[in-house]
């Protein structure tokens, strides 16, 4: 089995992509990851989050997928939607694709 990165959505590491990833991992038997790119902070609604991804921006976005703070083997696989799926592309470029 794989190890899988489960980014999150504009609104942060909510409950709900906590419980999509844990049933992603019941229903594969993958090892699901879901790094919190909002340190701790969630939000209830998409125009809540958009303002806190901004004021982060997307380089320091970039930094926080695929810098030193997520040492991730390289045989991990991605996943990302939404707004953290442009800052993943580096990191999802870089992962082996599945067949």
Do not use: K, N, W
């Not at 899988?4 to 594969?28: D, K, N, P, S, Y």
Request: proline fraction near 10%; charge should be positive.
């Amino acid at each position: 089995m794989a190890d899988v990165i489960r980014f999150h959505h504009v609104q942060g590491r909510t409950e709900g992509v906590l419980a999509l990833a844990a049933q992603l991992g019941e229903a594969t038997g993958h090892t699901v990851l879901t790094p919190d790119l909002f340190e701790g902070r969630t939000f209830a609604s998409i125009d809540e989050g958009s303002p806190r991804a901004r004021s982060i921006g997307f380089g320091p976005l970039i930094e926080r997928v695929s810098g030193p703070r997520m040492p991730f083997p390289p045989a991990t696989r991605a996943i990302a939607t939404c707004l953290p799926t442009a800052a993943s592309r580096p990191t999802t470029r870089t992962r082996p694709r599945y067949s």
